[in-house]
Nanobody
Framework: QVQLVESGGGSVQAGGSLRLSCPAS????????MAWFRQAPGKEREGVAV???????SYIDSVKGRFTISRDNAKNTLFLQMFSLKPEDTAMYYC??????????????????WGQGTQVTVAS
């Protein structure tokens, strides 16, 4: 089993920055595909950024150039650096992982392990 615990969310003004962290236990992050999803009230969960075991990344268009997904293998931790935050980025952010190490899927159904979420609120 893979255990994931997100942290780093909070409330910021538009244009601000946040860095989300997701330390993993039970498995080595470098051998997994990992992702950040978000879900706003009344909306479907969407895959924001994905990184596979080869280090390939994929982002949804709305965050390209503003968000960066990365991992620190020594700390066994996934990160999401978010710059130039907008009110529409407001959501609960979730860390996800899957043992299909090649995956770059943005579909929530394709991911097996989930954290409990961390709230990001961006004020205009």
């Amino acid at each position: 089993q893979v255990q994931l615990v997100e942290s780093g969310g909070g409330s910021v003004q538009a244009g601000g920055s946040l860095r989300l962290s997701c330390p993993a236990s039970g498995y080595t992050v470098s051998t997994l595909s990992m992702a950040w999803f978000r879900q706003a009230p009344g909306k479907e969960r969407e895959g924001v950024a994905v990184i596979n075991s080869a280090g390939e990344t994929s982002y949804i268009d709305s965050v390209k150039g503003r968000f960066t997904i990365s991992r620190d293998n020594a700390k066994n931790t996934l990160f999401l650096q978010m710059f130039s935050l907008k009110p529409e980025d407001t959501a609960m952010y979730y860390c996800a992982a899957d043992k299909r190490f090649w995956s770059l899927s943005h579909r929530a159904d394709d991911w097996t392990y989930w954290g409990q979420g961390t709230q990001v609120t961006v004020a205009s």
